[in-house]
């Protein structure tokens, strides 16, 4: 039985079950506090506050598994959600396909912008995108005349998207936005999994010098990481726009910690190497769970809520560095235990026969 | 694979029909008579800097042979697996694979002929799993993996190797010898046809190297050809089919193995003139300095035990892996000894870290001046009085410019070191003026007791003198100087004692005027009884 668990469950995956967990006993805790909060309502909010971070967190995974980063997936969001909804205001009648698809190419732009940077240009990838960051906002002022986008002047479809149910039972909605994030999430899941561009990055992370001397193409699979990336961040600019209506410059400003966070939450080594999508999922779901409830918890504070989200990734990274080489340290302990009492009754067996 | 089996069988039987048509030119009958090789190197050059590191050198590997190459360290035999390995490109010379010129200009390029490397430490991806290891490099097998066929496969490659472990677990896992597997597996399963492998048995253990040596003899059999660099006589000459020697970057001589003796092979290795040296001026060693009695640390040295005296000089002798080094950064506390006494001056003292260290009167001169030595952006100033910043230099944490400067400016005097002036940043000299830089900001320490790693490695033979002769002078006035060099023609001269290391292990300290470098070189490779 308990080889059985050290063979089939990795160090890392005990992360995503410990997240789980903890993502449990929070509903419980806050079930004791507020009234009525284990109801379809919380339901329906988590999942419609979450879909924008985990599109974002899992771009960002991509780019965090070949040890570098993207600060500039907000201002990505920025870009687009205000760009593409200034000209769908303007033209009200574009069709939803070339919305989303301009949306995506808006991305791709600026996330080849960040990847030529770093993976050609060999800037550190937090200052490259620091960099970028302040840049493609301070365009966004510059060449729109700031005047903001408004639920008013957007057609109809994309104000009623974000509310757009497939199943409802009395309050509790499965919204389309959450489904689109989910089916996001399993598709770069599996990417990783089963892609051999997928292994590659998680090669590229894990030991940057033997990957070169395995003449792996590092610069142009980080190139793409970053293209990726930005190609997400470009849709989660697309559901930015469809979940809020009322967009201007100073949109999204921040949301690249509350990305960060749940992807470091979510398990993803920040030193690259290491990481799942679904992880960056639970941790997304955490941090909104922690945020919804501590908004209706009349306990705490407001202001003590980003110091809580702050912790949260401190705590994250720690566990990581910790906790994570305790249990890899148990884990080839118990493998070795185990091939060595495999060895042995192998041996007599194999004596007796003849 | 099987064809090449069928190739090899075959040359026998067809060697006496070409030796008919041979006769009419040389160049066919040397192709007659030896098998064509797989990867042939001729009159490679490369130059780095000052630094002529390989001249002239060739090379040929035929299937299914092991070559050992041998040299002392510096002899060249890592700039040729670089080029071998698309990782440096030679000056001059070109690279035949299968009789074909070929350009080797990355180590994609030499994935694709078909070369392979593993060295010391694997280079394995330790979030991946073995199987992932095995088949990162392939590029010819789609966009999607299909785990099941890859676990089988992996299954596969490490049975023709004759081992077998679970491929689903990740790398980081596995012991050291199992990583050296995946990556001699990673070669083959890319059907590598020319394996090097560097200094492959250094960190395992005998056992280990028992099953390595199982498994490069499989390679063998299926016609690999296979390089293997060594500094354990004892396995080149147990393995090796033919043993080819460098020394200085040239190519010394490529000898089959029965035709070859330990004792011969250390002689082509050191074969090297010692008169261009400076010689010491006489002096007598004073009182006893540092008593060092067992001094280890878990996993690097163990049972080291020497005195220095004042104004004298003992040098460290041994090779790659010696941990010569390690036994310097215990004495400094950069990496502090668990076992053993130091005695400093009588009185016994732990030495934890380097400002410990320091204030006792120990200074280390780093053999890694880009990683540990210098500030290369900070002038020769700063550089200079750095260590010694607290001691002297400084009123309430305020540095004191200009004294700074009259100390780097006796300094830039004093070792002649050439630079404009003393604000010049450290990264405009050369290597020879930044090795003195090296050396000067640890003689502002005032200390008693200097060590010396590798001072003249990479500096041009003028510098090298100059060096030669500060070390001459520091002993004179009383310094106890311990000198870790690879350069047996130097360290001979230089010292007054020699300490002889090999694989953390002391291995004897002898009286540098008795001792000789075939000497020295046979216990570095614990060959102690084969050379006389």
């Not at chain 1, 292994?199 to 030991?207: D, K, Q, Y």
């Not at chain 2, 099987?2 to 029909?17: G, K, M, Y």
């Not at chain 2, 590997?61 to 071998?84: C, D, F, R, W, Y």
């Not at chain 2, 994935?111 to 010391?120: E, K, N």
Request: glycine share 10%; charged share 20%; net charge negative.
């Amino acid at each position: 039985m308990r080889s059985a668990l050290f063979r089939h469950v990795r160090p890392e995956q005990v992360r995503e079950i410990t997240l789980l967990i903890i993502i449990v006993l929070l509903l419980l805790f806050f079930a004791t506090q507020i009234p009525n909060f284990l109801s379809g309502r919380t339901f329906t909010r988590v999942t419609t506050a979450i879909p924008v971070t985990v599109v974002l967190g899992v771009g960002l995974t991509l780019v965090v598994l070949t040890r570098n980063i993207d600060l500039s997936i907000g201002a990505t969001v920025a870009v687009v959600s205000y760009g593409v909804g200034t000209l769908l205001a303007n033209d009200p009648s574009m069709s939803p396909v070339i919305v989303i698809a301009l949306s995506v190419a808006i991305g791709v732009g600026l996330g080849a912008i960040n990847g030529v940077i770093v993976a050609y240009g060999g800037v550190p990838a937090i200052v490259a995108t620091l960099g970028t960051m302040a840049l493609f906002r301070s365009v966004l002022v510059t060449i729109t005349d700031s005047r903001p986008v408004t639920t008013a002047r957007l057609p109809d479809w994309i104000v009623d998207l974000n509310g757009i149910r497939l199943i409802s039972l009395e309050d509790l909605d499965v919204r389309i936005l959450p489904v689109i994030a989910l089916a996001v999430v399993i598709v770069f899941q599996l990417l990783l999994r089963y892609a051999s561009y997928g292994r590659r990055l998680f090669a590229i992370g894990s030991n940057p010098d033997a990957a070169h001397v395995a003449g792996l193409p590092m610069k142009r699979d980080v190139f793409v990481a970053f293209v990726l990336c930005g190609a997400l961040a470009g849709l989660g600019g697309f559901m930015y726009m469809a979940r809020f209506g009322n967009i201007d410059t100073q949109s999204a400003v921040g949301l690249e910690l509350v990305v960060v966070a749940a992807v470091v939450v979510g398990g993803v080594n920040i030193f690259g190497g290491s990481g799942s999508m679904i992880g960056v999922m639970l941790g997304a779901i955490l941090i909104v769970l922690v945020d919804q409830g501590l908004i209706r918890w009349a306990a705490i504070s407001e202001f003590l809520r980003d110091a809580l989200l702050g912790l949260l990734i401190l705590l994250a990274v720690a566990s990581d560095t910790v906790i994570l080489e305790r249990l890899r340290l148990i884990w080839a302990r118990a493998r070795r235990a185990e091939e060595e009492s495999s060895r042995e009754p192998a041996a007599t067996a194999g004596g007796e026969q003849p | 694979m099987a064809e090449r089996d069928e190739e090899a069988t075959e040359q026998p039987l067809s060697a006496p029909a070409d030796g008919v048509a041979a006769r009419s030119a040389d160049d066919q009958a040397d192709a007659a008579s030896a098998p064509q090789p797989v990867l042939e190197m001729r009159g490679i050059s490369k130059r780095f800097g000052e630094i002529q590191a390989l001249d002239d050198v060739s090379l040929d590997l035929q299937p299914g042979e092991i070559h050992a190459l041998l040299g002392e360290n510096g002899a060249g035999k890592s700039t040729l697996i670089k080029v071998m390995t698309g990782v440096v490109q030679p000056d001059v010379g070109d690279i035949r694979i299968d009789g074909q010129p070929v350009h080797i200009g990355s180590a994609f390029d030499a994935q694709t002929y078909a070369v392979a490397a593993i060295y010391q430490e694997p280079m394995v991806f330790p979030d991946l799993t073995v199987a992932e290891n095995i088949f990162i490099g392939h590029r010819d097998r789609g966009l999607i993996v299909n785990r099941r066929k890859m676990r089988e496969e992996a299954q596969a490659v490490l049975a023709r190797l004759g081992v077998q472990f679970d491929v689903m677990q990740q790398a980081r896992g596995i012991t050291l010898a199992q990583q050296q597997t995946v990556e001699i597996a990673k070669a083959l399963s890319l059907d590598v046809r020319v394996l090097i492998m560097d200094e492959p048995t250094a960190s395992l253990s005998a056992h280990e190297v028992g099953q390595l040596f199982g498994i490069v003899s499989r390679l063998r059999s299926q016609g690999v050809a296979i390089l293997f660099i060594s500094h354990r006589l004892e396995e080149v000459f147990l393995v090796a089919d033919r043993i080819t020697v460098m020394r200085d970057g040239r190519w010394i001589s490529t000898t089959p193995r029965p035709e070859l003796t330990p004792g011969a092979a250390i002689r082509q290795m050191v074969g090297r003139e010692i008169t261009e040296f400076f010689a010491r001026s006489p002096s007598t060693p004073g009182d006893v300095l540092l008593e060092v009695r067992e001094l280890g640390r878990e996993g690097a040295f163990t049972g080291v035990s020497f005195d220095l005296r004042e104004g004298e000089v003992l040098g460290f002798a041994g090779l790659v892996g010696a941990r010569r080094t390690d036994v310097g950064l215990a004495l400094f506390g950069i990496a502090p000894a668990d076992s053993g006494e130091i005695r400093l001056e009588g009185e016994a003292v732990r030495i934890r870290d380097p400002q410990e260290a320091l204030r006792l009167g120990i200074a280390y001169a780093t053999e890694d001046r880009r990683g540990l030595g210098l500030i290369f952006s900070q002038s020769i100033a700063s550089n200079i009085t750095l260590p010694s910043l607290g001691k002297y230099l400084s009123r309430i944490g305020i540095t004191q410019r200009a004294a700074e400067r009259v100390i780097a400016e006796t300094f830039r005097e004093r070792l002649s070191i050439r630079a404009p002036s003393v604000d010049t940043p450290a990264l405009a000299l050369s290597g020879g003026n930044q090795q003195k830089v090296v050396l000067a900001k640890w003689l502002a320490t005032t200390p008693k007791v200097l060590i010396l790693d590798e001072p003249t490695r990479g500096i041009d033979v003028g510098s090298k003198v100059e060096v030669h002769r500060l070390i001459d002078e520091l002993v004179a006035q009383g310094i106890g100087i311990i000198m870790i060099s690879s350069d047996l023609p130097e360290l001979l001269p230089m010292s007054d004692r020699i300490l002889v290391m090999r694989e953390g292990r002391q291995m004897a300290i002898l009286d540098a005027k008795e001792a000789t470098q075939e000497s020295v070189l046979s216990m570095a490779m614990g060959q102690v009884e084969t050379t006389t």
